[in-house]
């Protein structure tokens, strides 16, 4: 069996919201294509679809129209269970609003995601902390935490399982200018250090010039890329 | 894996507090109540189990259930009948203990009083003795003596009549207002050795402080109980018959019975006695412990129900990491029965407060804790509590992540 050519293919990708004079198309007919190990930018107006495509490509949302493929297989028309195990196994998120669960430490905010994925291994967590310069602030509560702190932690939990792929909704949205450059240094390394592909969902340009291609979208399609 | 559901009711305490305050005291009033209701009685039962005969005898007259025979259908005759009564051929019975019981009210309560001959009262005190300086009523038997001829001196032998009018002075001058009573009813109603104690219409003394375990709470002179409850001498209520070793209890049951005028049954009888006749307020008891669990558990589910709905957005980003509903469903049901171990654990703790303060307040009451009714309350309380989850679980795994996460 040959290697798939792209990790991430979106085919004619379809998405509303809504019913009836209320219904809103965000993606139409959208297609893109991913390759391994590829540190990709996704940029574009607010509201044109960007957060929707993400959701799409990370299995937490079914396409109307249109497929999913990862590795070459279809995977938007699977059942909820086995997208699920996709999520577990294959695929690592940072959301914008960083998505920590309050009722934890950092710690074990990066426990509990290895436990969901079936993985014991506390011995990485560490070491995983102080490359992401939080090991300090790891015993607190993400309340307890600066905001920069708080994406740090997210991005360490989102790569603690070692995903192929990282997706990344405007991880730098509520960061200053410092803590922006050190997150997408994070980024970037994991992309050139592991291989980790990375799909980032920016509308900064300053931002996205961090990624290997650039695509626009505009009204819920691919205008053009950028290499 | 606990200390994620650990983690949400700790950072819910108010709910959680709450909820497990819910299920403690269900499960502490489904001991107590069973305790109570249960205790009392066997703590009776046991009392009779430990008079030392093999056989209560009573009037065949008086029906299947003895729990609430008092009065004077018995006489001597009846007593000489059973001493002499065979089994196989052979004489069967050692002793005969024939007492007078009646229904009293004593410091406000009502108690079984026994009249009994004191010669016959070491075999009801459950194998206690009466601690000095206390002692038996009437000890050389004189009262019973006096009053016999006081009666044949005033009313010829077989003639009926009216009681005699008998002054206090006079009975109290010749031992017949003496009262020996249990430790139980001492420490109730904080009567000591010396002190009078009015029931029966009369100022009692009490001679004696009984071990706990005696048959009855109060123990009076068998010729007093006679000439105040029934009027003529040699009237039984009942009788206790310890039977000779190697005698079968059924063959000396089936002797009686042939009697035709007597019954009996054997001692460890009673206690079904007791739960035949009671048995409806056990049934009273577990109808209210049963409804009071199902609004604990509601309590729970509610509570559960509110903290999925308040959680959703966290649920969703378990379910964005690829959480199995298999794990969100397992997280749930381990939060609500953490919240129904830590509710059972005060519950019982509770319990036994709860009983201590019952028997402080009222000293005669038995809360009997089991582990019995500890392990049913605990088995209650997880079987609820798993009860209790699962509707707040399948909301939980039916969250829509996206809508959740966008959530504030």
Same mark, same amino acid.
């Given at each position: 069996m040959t290697e798939a050519r792209y990790i991430l293919e979106a085919n004619g990708l379809h998405k509303s919201f809504g019913s009836?004079?209320?219904?809103?198309?965000?993606?139409?007919?959208l297609d893109l294509k991913v390759r391994p190990a590829e540190f990709l930018a996704v940029m574009g107006p607010s509201g044109c679809g960007k957060s929707t495509l993400l959701h799409v490509l990370g299995l937490m949302a079914s396409p109307d129209a249109g497929g999913v493929r990862i590795d070459g297989r279809e995977a938007a028309e699977l059942p909820e269970p086995a997208r699920a195990e996709i999520r577990r196994k294959r695929i690592g998120f940072v959301f914008q609003r960083f998505?920590?669960?309050?009722?934890?430490s950092g710690y074990d905010n990066i426990r509990l995601s290895l436990r969901i994925r079936?993985?014991?291994?506390? @011995? %990485?967590i560490r070491p995983l902390l102080e490359a992401m310069g939080v090991a300090e602030v @790891? %015993?607190?509560?993400?309340?307890?935490?600066?905001i920069g702190q708080q994406q740090r932690l997210a991005v360490a939990r989102a790569i603690a399982h070692k995903p192929d792929l990282l997706l990344a909704d405007e991880?730098?949205?509520?960061?200053d200018s410092d803590n922006a450059a050190a997150l997408l240094e994070l980024l970037a390394r994991a992309n050139r250090q592991n291989g980790q592909t990375i799909v980032m969902i920016t509308h900064s340009a300053e931002v996205a010039a961090t990624a290997g291609r650039i695509v626009h979208m505009k009204d819920g399609r691919i205008l053009d890329e950028n290499v | 894996m606990l200390y994620l559901p650990l983690a949400n009711l700790l950072h819910h305490k108010l709910g959680s507090a709450g909820s497990a305050l819910g299920v403690g005291i269900s499960v502490c009033m489904l001991i107590t109540l069973s305790g109570l209701s249960r205790g009392s009685l066997e703590e009776v039962a046991e009392r009779w189990e430990a008079v030392d005969a093999d056989l209560i005898v009573y009037s065949?007259?008086?029906?299947?259930?003895?729990?609430?025979i008092s009065g004077g259908e018995l006489g001597d005759a009846d007593v000489e009948r059973l001493e002499r009564l065979t089994a196989a051929g052979e004489k069967c019975v050692e002793r005969v203990v024939p007492i007078f019981l009646y229904r009293v009210s004593i410091a406000g309560q009502e108690h079984n009083i026994v009249g009994v001959a004191p010669e016959d009262l070491p075999q009801l005190l459950g194998g206690g003795e009466i601690p000095k300086p206390g002692r038996s009523f009437d000890p050389q038997n004189k009262f019973a003596r006096w009053l016999k001829g006081r009666l044949e001196e005033d009313r010829p032998q077989g003639e009926e009549g009216p009681?005699?009018?008998?002054?206090d002075a006079e009975l109290a001058e010749h031992g017949g207002l003496e009262i020996v009573i249990d430790a139980r009813l001492a420490r109730a109603t904080g009567l000591k050795l010396g002190e009078k104690v009015y029931t029966a219409g009369r100022n009692f003394t009490v001679v004696g402080i009984a071990p706990r375990?005696?048959?009855?709470?109060a123990f009076i002179p068998r010729a007093t109980a006679q000439w105040l409850f029934?009027?003529?001498?040699?009237?039984?209520?009942l009788m206790f018959v310890k039977l000779r070793p190697g005698v079968r209890v059924g063959a000396a049951v089936e002797a009686v019975r042939r009697t035709k005028r007597l019954a009996s049954v054997a001692i460890d009888e009673y206690r079904g006695m007791l739960q035949q006749r009671f048995g409806i307020m056990y049934l009273y008891v577990d109808t209210v412990n049963v409804v009071t669990l199902i609004v604990a558990f509601l309590f729970i589910l509610v509570t559960l129900y509110t903290m999925v709905i308040q959680r959703r957005r966290e649920i969703a980003i378990l379910r964005s990491m690829g959480a199995s509903r298999r794990f969100i469903l397992s997280q749930v049901v381990a939060e609500s029965m953490l919240l129904s171990a830590c509710g059972a654990a005060a519950g019982v703790l509770m319990s036994f407060a709860a009983a201590a303060g019952i028997e402080a307040i009222k000293p005669l009451l038995t809360v009997k804790i089991t582990w019995d009714w500890i392990l049913t309350a605990a088995g209650a309380a997880a079987v609820g509590a798993t009860l209790a989850a699962v509707y707040p679980a399948l909301c939980a795994i039916r969250v829509d992540v996206i809508e959740a996460l966008s959530l504030e």
């Open positions: 009836g004079s209320a219904r809103e198309h965000v993606l139409r007919g998505n920590l669960l309050s009722m934890l079936g993985l014991d291994q506390q @011995a %990485g @790891a %015993g607190k509560k993400p309340g307890k935490m600066s991880p730098t949205g509520s960061l | 065949a007259r008086w029906g299947d259930n003895i729990t609430t009681p005699l009018d008998i002054s375990g005696a048959l009855a709470r029934s009027g003529p001498l040699g009237r039984y209520t």
